[in-house]
């Protein structure tokens, strides 16, 4: 069946939202002539608008433990626009039952796709998409599991990845990135620094390090990216290195479209575990994403060209990690060497 209206919501992190997307090739094949709805937290929905294959975007705020007026509301509100499938990439209890408000005939839970099981929440869906047989999520991105998820509901055979991607950059980006780079020779490499669980990121003596290498091996010119709260760490990295002549400071001076403009232009993104990561992918970019705590698998950027570099401690992982700010070890961390993640950038830029 081919369906013509169809309502989309994830509301996650940026980084998941952008892995999630990975089922908008999937739904455009299938259904080449349906508008696509996406309801998205009111704070990503400068990213939702950027995603590839969306027609329209619902900012939606919600109350922690309340605001269930507002779901009913906003179901009744859904309504008058007809929807003849509902898809959920992360099935809270408010998208749950806004979907059964707006009275969507066909409503799809992917939750499986993110290693958990729907309570009370699976009598509100039509289906509860199943991996294809023989998958386990865990060996498997999260981008590649929610694609075979999409294909198995629509009996498509195609297996090969297709990344998600962002919308092309505007006139006005494109041209701040072309000025940027002007004259630029050598390899265009951009880096992102931190995260926000910083007691589990790579220290900033190790980028030094990697900073002067990228730099004496590829001739490369060198972007640091990232928000305002990133400037310390930022200006340690260039307080240890030779070549800071080399490396141009972004960090906290760049508006989102002009992230993406830089980025469809570099060579590579090395990357901690952050949303940038996927940013990189979705615009085309080759990334090597360092990880800690979180598993290089599931986790994995969603683009072709894409590569981790992991200690790959027991510990780390989906559902097994403590969490970073809870455990005091630093395992996860000083096992990334330097020398480990020149490998997986020399695999890339190779």
Known sequence: MSYKNIFLDGIMHMGDMIMTASVLPVIRKNCPDARITYLCSANLAFVAKRLKGIDQVIPYSYQSKGGYMDVYHLGRKLAKQHFDLGISLDPRERVTLMKWFARIPERLSMEKALGWNLGWEKYFYT?????????????????SSFQQMMRKFFHDPDTDFIPPRLKSSNQEDAAWANKLLQGTKGKKIALCIQTTSQAKDWPAEKFSEICDWLIDTYDAKLYLTGVSSHKEKGKRILLGMKHTEKITDLIGNTTFGQLIALLEKMDLLLSLDTGTAHIGAASGCSVVTIFTHN?????????LHCETVSANLPCSGKHICIGPTRCPETKCVDGVSVAM?????KLVLN
């Open 127 to 143: 289906q509860d998409l199943e991996l294809p047989e023989g998958w386990k999520y865990q060996e498997h991105s999260m981008a």
């Open 295 to 303: 598993s290089p698998i599931i986790y994995k950027a969603p683009g």
């Open 341 to 345: 993640v020149q490998e997986k950038v």
